[in-house]
């Protein structure tokens, strides 16, 4: 039986080098003229120059995975947290923080309360051992 719909560009097509008869269907060789190659695939131009960092252009989905996901993931993954979080314990036990002009406004109209003002600063001064 021939397939209901032709093979994708990309696939050779099947055929038989000779006829082939199985019960009552009988399947005619193919004839012998070469088919033509697939087509290339369109061009695409890159949205973006490959190159150059371009923090402003869109990133795919899922594009900022740190670690990756499904079965593959990254395997430091809980080594890597761990290091953070050292360095991030760290840091807190050896220094003082406040913030320069009091504490920002909180945003509550977002997934998660920040503050309004994106760039609060913020005083550190190591502490006396």
């Not at 695409?44 to 795919?60: F, I, N």
């Not at 080594?79 to 920002?104: H, N, R």
Request: glycine share 6%; proline share 21%.
């Amino acid at each position: 039986h021939p397939s209901p719909r032709p093979p994708p560009p990309t696939a050779p097509a099947r055929s038989f080098v000779e006829t082939y008869r199985l019960g009552l269907t009988t399947t005619p060789r193919a004839p012998t003229s070469p088919s033509p190659p697939p087509p290339p695939p369109p061009a695409r131009p890159p949205s973006h120059p490959p190159r150059q960092w371009t923090p402003d252009r869109e990133a795919p989905a899922g594009a900022n995975i740190s670690f990756g996901a499904g079965t593959h993931k990254c395997m430091g993954e809980k080594f890597g947290l761990l290091q953070v979080k050292t360095v991030l314990a760290t840091v807190l036990a050896e220094f003082d923080f406040e913030p320069v002009d009091g504490l920002p406004e909180p945003d509550y109209h977002t997934m998660v309360v920040g503050p309004i003002k994106k760039d609060s600063l913020v005083r550190y001064r190591r502490r006396k051992q």
